[in-house]
């Protein structure tokens, strides 16, 4: 099964392979997750996880049905993105949806010092959150900017902008929360 690719493990699976199943789980559980911690308030861990599950049931739910016509990520980020745009849409009936949303940002990026963590963590709160997410797939999650667009739906012209103005206010923050030059 592990030399299989995503696409032929969710083709077995659609016709009742269990086996395949748990390896794309195994596969994917862990950068999903941090897609859905980074992309809600980090008080709201347990909504994260509860939207994180709802991919996976979506997913077998729709194991019948899947046509490899995509790559499996790149389907399952899409499924991911929409239960986060339904969730913020969601925030914003219940009350005024402030525009910065704190996020849980990547701990991960460049291996930093305690105090580096801190400062991306800060830095990372203060994108827009379509910036954010389109740094996250970017360079959390390894998506190259057209499978971006097809999981958030925009344009290419559009992610690009977005991944470039992130990076911009990044470089900025960073500098000025670590002493740096802008």
């Known amino acids: ?29 862990g950068p999903l997750y941090r897609y859905f911690v980074r992309q809600l308030d980090p008080s709201q861990g347990a909504r994260a996880e509860e939207l994180f599950q709802e991919v996976w049931f979506k997913v077998v739910d729709k194991r019948e049905t899947y046509q ?4 499996f990520t790149t389907w399952i980020y ?3 993105h929409n ?10 009936s219940e ?7 704190d996020n849980e940002p990547s701990e991960e990026l460049y291996d ?8 991306i963590k800060h830095c990372m709160s203060l994108l827009a959150p379509l910036q954010r997410e389109a740094f996250l797939l970017r360079y959390e999650s390894g998506f190259e900017p057209a499978q971006i667009c097809s999981i958030v739906e925009a344009k290419p012209e559009a992610i690009k902008t977005r991944l470039r103005y992130a990076l911009d206010q990044l470089r900025q923050c960073l500098a000025r929360k670590l002493g740096g030059q802008e």
């Open 1 to 29: 099964m592990k030399n299989r690719t995503d696409e032929q493990l969710m083709t077995v699976f659609g016709k009742g392979d269990q086996v395949a199943f748990t390896e794309l789980y195994q596969r994917h559980k």
């Open 68 to 71: 490899p016509s995509a790559k």
């Open 78 to 80: 899409k499924i991911a």
């Open 83 to 92: 239960l986060v745009v339904d969730e913020f849409r969601k925030r914003m």
């Open 95 to 101: 009350k005024a949806y402030n525009t910065q949303l």
């Open 112 to 119: 930093p010092t305690e105090q580096n963590k801190s400062a």
